[in-house]
């Protein structure tokens, strides 16, 4: 079987083809959830982001913060997307699993919109450890996380990490 071609991945995964400025397109069930895709890119580099993202009002508890079920959402969204940051988007991507996934809340997160910073930490031959931090426009932080991701084959039986 050979690789999809470029046209055959925006119709599959139209979410890694964001339009310019943003981060991710439309089409991914967490980052439609979170709507990622209004979400503003601030800076790409190689395992780097940051964005500035905003709070929708399904992922709010009842005092209109953040649900913090839903963070660890966010986190691992950013994280899977920092591995990827700065490389060409190609037509068959890496399968990343999440492995482990630590969260610290340092503060409620209020929205409208809010900062969040990630930076691949380590890059190991298929394992990668992301830190993720939230914070308010203000700069005061918010969440601190780290993730670690396994890369995994993409076919095949599931739970192969």
Known sequence: MTPPDESTAHREHPWRFPPPGRLI??????????????????????????????????????????????????????????VRAGQE?????????????????????????????????????RSYLVEIRFFDLEERPLVFALTTMLEVRSKGELGDA
């Open 89 to 125: 988007r190609t037509a068959a991507p890496r399968w990343l699993a999440t492995t482990n996934l630590r969260v610290d809340y340092l503060a409620p997160v209020l929205g409208p919109t809010f900062r969040i910073r990630s930076r691949l930490v380590h890059r190991g031959r």
């Open 25 to 82: 397109g439309r089409g991914h069930p967490a980052g439609d959830f979170l709507e990622a895709h209004d979400w503003n890119l601030e800076h790409e580099g190689d395992g780097e982001l940051v964005v500035l993202a905003h709070l929708p009002d399904r992922a709010r508890n009842p005092r209109g913060q953040l649900f913090g079920g839903f963070t660890p959402t966010y986190v691992d969204l950013m994280a899977l997307l920092t």
